[in-house]
């Protein structure tokens, strides 16, 4: 019996239990829309490409399984590529389904094909950053494919796959039994773990250091490995610091969280990591702001410090820096081993109270810096006090999502996350944009847990029309815009080293320019407010999330740099005779 080959695909996805796809439509999809219509999935309508991938990328990583995202050819793939990009870097699973060219007009340039060096050439786009791109040349091959993308998305490091299908593929008939076949395969694949021996290395050297120390990246969300990590940090008291993907990693109110390392973090926690004399690294990538860019007197001087590195990518251990002891494995796994060796070996495991009477007091001095900050009545509002103001509004496992600039950095440092996966920051590539629309995703993802997105003006005004979808599918997130007019981390950069913040300010005939990001929101059906006072803001967000329903709340902010005294060569480059970093624009 042959089906159309759009009706197996969606009853494909129906049977993998996807339960929401984020897309455009498109001439090249409208199969694949007309049978979702009769779904159980719900297709997620959006007003931009970079939109749906945003929202899908935050849909996988809060709902922990690949996100599906389905584009039109041409345009709305190349619309979609920042999205499925910034997903690739912070190893986010989704499989992109996009419509292409008929495979009968190849090589005759018909409309919106991209082919100035190869015909029916769009898939090569997206192959520097997806695990594998396909075109599909026989609709008989389509499922195969289908299979193999969604297991490669998922296995491994994740990331995004691109399956991209000419349009008329999707209105052939193929035999049901090409589908149906792969109901016998499996949709998960067992990780690898390590050996007996291997954990006993590991906990016999973490014994025997004097200042051993725990380096968590993101990879410990992704291996849903939160849990395994606190047991290890706790039996032997080892210190916890993390990367900017690794926040929440651990509790920032733990005694054995440091916090955050490199140019954002703090002297106290990058001199930890410098002077610890073992470091257990687990899923991170060792990334250039989180290393103070590699700069071996800042943040990590290895190979002085031995280096033991877990993760599940071969290519990232080794990579930045020397690697004593490299361990291919699932994070969960692996950590369930150690903690077992280590209570068999040890089962007393080891007690430093000094060390954690030195993590509380350094923890109650950096938050007495920031107190005059936090307490100032001024208009535009400090950005310590907002970010003060959301966390105790906000319950302890609402989920945040950032963008860039002050709600990224400052956040990563300044603002404490109490539980695992709760915070989605853009930190691989570090993309503008991300966070106002990846907010939605998470919010469908977790419908009963409150979502707030802290983005500046910069960021929400990328793509707006994310309004539209959170009132056509209803869905309550809350939009904290810290407004300071500029795109502020780099006004800030280029005033301390060229005295000038031409092209990064947003002005009006000399004065301060914002669109009224309320009145906005109020325009698409969206409840906005506009603060006008420090005080008005606190109880704005209170009634934001009381009131369940798409919010925006804009909030003037003044332009300071988040403080910082870590490394990012980039300054040497600007300012290489001068040591400058940010400066405060007004």
Request: hydrophobic share 40%; with cysteine.
């Amino acid at each position: 019996m042959k089906k159309l080959v759009s009706d197996q695909l969606v009853q494909y996805l129906e049977n993998r239990g996807v339960e929401h796809i984020f897309g455009l439509c498109g001439h090249t999809n409208i199969a694949v829309l007309a049978a979702l219509e009769k779904s159980s999935i719900k297709f997620v309508n959006v007003r931009h490409e970079q939109i749906a991938a945003h929202m899908a990328d935050g849909y996988a990583r809060a709902k922990k399984e690949a996100a599906v995202v389905l584009s039109h050819l041409g345009p709305g793939l190349t619309n979609a590529a920042t999205g499925v990009a910034n997903a690739a870097l912070d190893s986010i699973p989704m499989v992109v389904i996009a419509g292409d060219v008929p495979s009968h007009f190849y090589g005759k340039h018909p409309h919106q094909e991209i082919n100035l060096h190869a015909d029916a050439s769009q898939y090569e786009i997206y192959r520097p950053f997806v695990k594998r791109a396909w075109r599909v040349d026989r609709p008989d091959l389509f499922p195969e494919i289908l299979e193999k993308a969604f297991q490669l998305a998922e296995s491994g490091r994740p990331g995004p796959v691109l399956v991209s299908v000419p349009m008329d593929i999707f209105s052939k008939e193929v035999d049901v039994a090409l589908f149906e076949k792969l109901n016998h395969h499996t949709k998960k694949l067992h990780k690898p773990s390590i050996d007996n021996e291997t954990a006993k290395e590991i906990v016999e050297k973490l014994i025997k250091a004097e200042n051993p120390l725990i380096y968590a990246g993101g990879g410990i969300m992704l291996a849903d490995a939160s849990k395994e990590l606190k047991e290890l940090a706790e039996h032997f008291d080892i210190p916890v610091a993390y990367t900017l993907m690794g926040k929440g990693a651990i509790s920032d109110d733990h005694p054995l969280a440091l916090g955050m390392t490199g140019f954002w973090g703090t002297k106290f926690v990058n001199d930890m990591c410098l002077h610890a004399d073992l470091i257990l690294a687990l899923g991170t990538r060792f990334s250039e702001a989180d290393c103070s860019s590699w700069e071996p007197e800042y943040t990590f001087n290895i190979p002085k410090t031995k280096l033991i590195h877990i993760d599940i990518d071969p290519n990232e251990i080794g990579r930045n820096y020397p690697t004593e002891i490299g361990i291919v494995a699932d994070l969960k796994q692996a950590l369930s081993v150690i903690n077992r060796v280590a209570r068999e070996l040890f089962p007393n495991g080891k007690e430093n109270k000094e060390l954690k009477q030195k993590i509380s007091q350094y923890k109650q001095e950096f938050r007495k810096q920031n107190e005059e900050h936090i307490r100032n009545d001024c208009y535009p509002m400090r950005p310590e006090r907002i970010l003060q103001e959301v966390r105790e509004v906000l319950p302890r496992n609402a989920f945040i999502t950032t963008d860039v600039g002050w709600n990224k950095n400052g956040v990563g440092q300044q603002f404490p996350v109490y539980e695992a996966g709760t915070i989605f920051t853009p930190g691989g590539y570090c993309t503008m944009g991300f966070g106002a629309p990846a907010a939605l995703g998470v919010k469908i993802a977790h419908p009963d847990k409150v979502v707030v997105s802290l983005v500046g003006d910069g960021g929400f005004g990328q793509n707006p029309a994310l309004l539209a979808t959170a009132v056509e599918e209803n869905i309550p997130v809350v939009w904290v815009i810290m407004n300071n007019h500029a795109f502020g981390t780099i006004a800030g950069l280029e005033k301390a080293h060229f005295d000038t913040t031409y092209g990064t300010v947003f002005r009006k005939d000399g004065k301060p320019y914002s669109p009224d990001y309320a009145a906005i929101a109020k325009a698409y059906g969206v409840e906005g407010v506009k603060v006008q006072a420090a005080a008005e803001f606190k109880p704005a967000l209170q009634r934001a999330i009381e009131a369940n329903k798409p919010f925006v709340i804009d909030v003037e902010m003044i332009n300071v740099p988040t403080p910082t005294a870590g490394h990012w060569n980039i300054m040497d480059i600007y300012s290489p005779d001068r040591k400058v970093h940010h400066v405060s624009v007004d």
